[in-house]
């Protein structure tokens, strides 16, 4: 018998054609998969740092278990052609069943998050244990098609590096495919679902027909040896004295395969951190920074697998890894200048949306593909040296190819857990970039003195590319924080240059800065007001937004029919926890998803003491949305002020999913109060948040401070208590903070009321669909309107429908014309036209 290294043989190119269009679909279906299931985790499990984290180990892990089994599988004398159909079959089948499996598994999550919350070691454990549950059969099928493909189409191991280098690439670009449409086209579109169901569905397609066209191409690797002309000899020869691969001791391309990895996942978190300072947290902003991240992997792969495999040495791959090390020091102070730059984009109020992601595109290729190509190009390289090596003679294809996917994954894992839960919250995301490029100079030196023989001059080069690996994230920090966190994305339209930006930025003190599960800032203007930034964003402030973060801690009082416990889901600044803490309460649970957050908290002492010093109250570093649906206890008031709805993550807490949790917590009598803010909305999006809200609550009132709603639910009918109003006012410390306001009558508090019931509905009678988890279309379409200017359409449409809604409060009296007056001066400070309050005015009063 020959071995499988012998064995050599010509697959037809229409096979291969199959087999190459086969893979690049299946790629675009495995990352199309990723996505889907990870959202659906988050809903489960929460969308915390850890949680998200444990998700991507365990997916890393399945894919790695299943090249191990993929390359046990193709050592057996079966069609392998046919074994590969029958993966996809299989994988397809699986992802049709995951939704209904998944719906299971909520139920154990719940039982035993409620037992474990308070311990953070158990419950990720836990989690990673019903995470594997769920992932392990389809990433475990996705793992094992690589050694397999790889074992049918090249059977003669030496030459594996440029084939099986070919397909991993064209399987990477088809994930490159599935991460911009999922995120573009099919989620947007058809829903989460829907999405799952035509990946599955081309998986068992791709499958059958790999099964019926490949049905006659089995060829068995015991096949005898094709003859070998003088000229194939003669180039083999040449081949082997360009190269010495065959020479290479087998633990360095082991060794540089896990570094690869560890690098990669450095690289991609720290990226992702800092790249959204520039271009925001919605999907769109992290789907393209990651199709852009894997086609530099798809065309390093490919290139190197075609053009350089001859080049192939010891001093290749050290000078590869130098190349990359460098490569990421020069760029990296090149992300600390993106704000600047990107004023120009996100400054233009006319711009086009689709032009400016591609401008973020064009943007985050030129930043990543250097380092990306570089990565992608060592795995042909090492599994060339992987085959070839002396030490590894008799092993296959398959088998060759399962090792080098292994240790690269194992890398990917450990940099993907390191980045995340020590490097970037330590020392945050631009070391964590210098790390990524001091291991990759590192692992060069080691690579140079791993090797023999050795010169005096190849230790002293080591030791001096090691020196700098050393140095570099001590010296090499170049970022401003304070422009980093200036919100480009965001607040750009007000800044006219690069130079009104700067000078803007320079009125105020960073004071704190954390980088974990978020970029969390607090900025002091020279008048001594401080803002919470997260992700370049304002949550919160002591001066500006106090209005909407004390009205979200009064405004359930005057509805509950009791207040012995309240939820506020968010802490921000802890104003409005701090609000409700000054009511007559039992308990004040906070819950707050960023540790950062609860830190940065910290500096708004002076307007939130009670937070941290009340016995009432609690803070819980957790998912919000997950505490509700898997803890027992109901509430009287639940109070929800997460950030923006088009941000990924938060827009968890604006569908009827969430609103029905909510719902199912309080107890009778209770109050939902949502924030909305509609700034940046398009209208429709707006009333489909609010057609959602209603879909759960019968009851809706709507309050209303510039451009944030309040939106006050119940399951029974919504009656403002009077008494309960004369109550603020009464005490002195509420008044206090009223004043501070310009809110100093209960009737000028009542002119923040705009619709009742009837009229709400009536606003949102035309919206016939809902925000749901399964099809979220205000996180996928509302960032679209980001970068237009303020809209004043829903304005506009709640002040139309409240000219018609009536207040509806247990003290008649109190329905004055005053609390319309009182509209005039905040309509003033809210820079509202004066022809628009006159007018508000006219049709208000008559």
């Known amino acids: 018998m020959t071995s499988p290294r012998s064995s050599s043989y010509a697959l037809p190119t229409r096979i291969l054609v199959i087999l190459i269009l086969a893979f690049l679909l299946s790629g675009m279906?495995?990352?199309?998969?990723q996505v889907v299931w990870a959202r659906m985790l988050s809903l489960v499990f929460g969308s915390t740092n850890q949680a998200i984290s444990t998700v991507l180990a365990v997916f890393m892990l399945g894919l790695a278990l299943g090249s191990h089994a993929g390359a046990k599988l193709s050592r057996r004398g079966i069609n392998l052609g046919i074994m590969y159909g029958w993966l996809e079959i299989a994988l397809g089948c699986y992802a049709l069943a995951f939704p209904f499996i998944l719906s299971n598994a909520e139920s154990v999550h719940a039982a035993i998050f409620s037992a474990t919350y308070d311990s953070e070691i158990s419950l990720a454990l836990y989690r990673f244990l019903i995470a594997l549950v769920l992932l392990i059969i389809p990433t475990s099928i996705m793992g094992a098609t690589l050694p397999v493909l790889a074992q049918y189409i090249e059977k003669d191991a030496g030459k594996a590096g440029s084939r099986i280098g070919t397909l991993y690439a064209i399987n990477t670009f088809g994930a490159a495919l599935g991460s911009f449409s999922s995120a573009f086209l099919a989620i947007p579109y058809y829903g989460l679902n829907w999405t799952i169901y035509f990946a599955a569905t081309l998986n068992v397609l791709i499958g059958l027909a790999c099964i019926f066209l490949l049905r006659d191409t089995f060829i068995e690797s015991t096949e005898k040896p094709l003859t070998t002309s003088k000229k194939q000899k003669k180039d083999e020869t040449k081949k082997d004295r360009l190269d010495d691969a065959a020479m290479i001791p087998f633990a360095i391309p082991i060794f540089i395969l896990f570094l690869i990895g560890t690098i990669g996942m450095l690289l991609e978190n720290a990226w992702s951190h800092a790249l959204v300072l520039v271009f925001g947290t919605s999907v769109y902003a992290f789907s393209t920074m990651l199709t852009a991240y894997l086609i530099g992997l798809s065309a390093g792969c490919y290139f190197a697998a075609r053009y350089l495999l001859p080049y192939c040495s010891i001093r290749f791959l050290a000078g590869l890894l130098i190349l990359d090390g460098f490569t990421i020091l020069a760029i990296t102070p090149v992300i600390g200048l993106l704000p600047a730059w990107f004023i120009t984009i996100f400054g233009d109020m006319q711009a086009q949306w689709h032009m400016v992601v591609a401008?973020?595109?064009?943007?985050?290729?030129?930043?990543?593909?250097?380092?990306?190509?570089?990565?992608?190009?060592?795995?042909?390289?090492?599994?060339?040296?992987?085959?070839?090596?002396?030490?590894?003679?008799?092993?296959?294809?398959?088998?060759?190819?399962?090792?080098?996917?292994?240790?690269?994954?194992?890398?990917?894992?450990?940099?993907?857990?390191?980045?995340?839960?020590?490097?970037?919250?330590?020392?945050?995301?631009?070391?964590?970039?210098?790390?990524?490029?001091?291991?990759?100079?590192?692992?060069?030196?080691?690579?140079?003195?791993?090797?023999?023989?050795?010169?005096?001059?190849?230790?002293?080069?080591?030791?001096?590319?090691?020196?700098i690996a050393l140095a570099a994230p001590v010296f090499f920090t170049t970022w401003d924080a304070v422009k980093m966190n200036s919100g480009v994305y965001v607040y750009s339209k007000f800044f006219d240059s690069e130079s009104a930006m700067e000078r803007e930025m320079k009125n105020y003190d960073l004071i704190f800065y954390k980088e974990g599960s978020a970029s969390v800032a607090v900025l002091e203007s020279a008048l001594g007001h401080r803002f919470l930034r997260v992700n370049g964003k304002t949550d919160g402030s002591s001066e500006g937004d106090n209005t909407t973060q004390m009205l979200l801690g009064y405004l359930p009082y005057l509805y509950?029919?009791?207040?012995?416990?309240?939820?506020?889901?968010?802490?921000?600044?802890?104003?409005?926890?701090?609000?409700?803490?000054?009511?007559?309460?039992?308990?004040?649970?906070?819950?707050?998803?960023?540790?950062?957050?609860?830190?940065?908290?910290?500096?708004?002492?002076?307007?939130?003491?009670?937070?941290?010093?009340?016995?009432?109250?609690?803070?819980?570093?957790?998912?919000?949305?997950?505490?509700?649906?898997?803890?027992?206890?109901?509430?009287?008031?639940?109070?929800?002020?997460?950030?923006?709805?088009?941000?990924?993550?938060?827009?968890?807490?604006?569908?009827?999913?969430?609103?029905?949790?909510?719902?199912n917590k309080l107890n009778e009598g209770g109050i939902l109060c949502q924030w909305i803010p509609y700034y940046n909305m398009d209208s429709s999006h707006f009333k489909l948040i609010i057609k959602s809200l209603q879909s759960v609550f019968p009851y809706v009132h709507l309050w209303m401070s510039g451009t944030d709603t309040f939106l006050l639910s119940s399951m029974q009918p919504l009656e403002i208590n009077a008494e309960r109003l004369s109550y603020l006012f009464d005490n002195?410390?509420?008044?206090?903070?009223?004043?501070?306001?310009?809110?100093?009558?209960?009737?000028?508090?009542?002119?923040?009321?705009?619709?009742?019931?009837?009229?709400?509905?009536?606003?949102?009678?035309?919206?016939?669909?809902?925000?749901?988890?399964?099809?979220?279309?205000?996180?996928?379409?509302?960032?679209?309107?980001?970068?237009?200017?303020n809209r004043p359409d829903i304005f506009f449409d709640i002040l139309e429908a409240s000219y018609a809604s009536s207040l509806e409060i247990s003290d008649s009296a109190l329905e004055t014309n005053a609390r319309i007056l009182h509209r005039r001066n905040f309509y003033s400070h809210w820079r509202i036209p004066n022809r628009v309050t006159e007018e508000m005015l006219r049709r208000s009063l008559n």
Not at 29 to 33: D, E, G, N, T
């Open 29 to 33: 279906c495995a990352l199309a998969y």
């Open 359 to 467: 401008k973020e595109f064009l943007a985050c290729a030129a930043l990543m593909f250097l380092p990306t190509f570089i990565g992608g190009a060592t795995f042909p390289l090492c599994l060339h040296i992987i085959t070839r090596s002396r030490q590894n003679q008799s092993v296959s294809t398959g088998v060759s190819t399962s090792i080098a996917y292994i240790w690269n994954t194992a890398g990917s894992i450990c940099g993907a857990l390191v980045a995340g839960f020590i490097i970037i919250p330590l020392v945050g995301s631009e070391r964590c970039l210098i790390i990524a490029a001091s291991l990759a100079l590192g692992g060069a030196a080691v690579v140079i003195l791993g090797t023999r023989p050795q010169t005096s001059y190849r230790k002293a080069f080591a030791s001096f590319i090691f020196l």
């Open 560 to 663: 509950a029919r009791n207040t012995a416990d309240a939820l506020v889901i968010g802490l921000g600044t802890g104003i409005t926890s701090a609000c409700v803490l000054d009511l007559p309460v039992d308990s004040v649970e906070s819950i707050e998803i960023s540790p950062e957050v609860v830190e940065a908290a910290s500096f708004f002492s002076a307007l939130n003491d009670r937070v941290f010093n009340d016995p009432r109250s609690t803070i819980r570093i957790l998912d919000g949305r997950t505490w509700l649906s898997s803890m027992p206890k109901k509430y009287d008031m639940i109070i929800s002020e997460p950030s923006n709805p088009w941000q990924t993550g938060n827009a968890n807490l604006f569908t009827a999913d969430f609103f029905r949790i909510a719902g």
């Open 732 to 789: 002195s410390e509420i008044r206090k903070k009223f004043e501070d306001m310009h809110i100093k009558t209960p009737g000028s508090l009542l002119s923040f009321y705009y619709l009742d019931n009837n009229s709400l509905q009536t606003m949102t009678q035309g919206i016939t669909s809902l925000n749901t988890d399964s099809f979220p279309v205000v996180e996928f379409h509302s960032p679209k309107f980001l970068l237009g200017p």
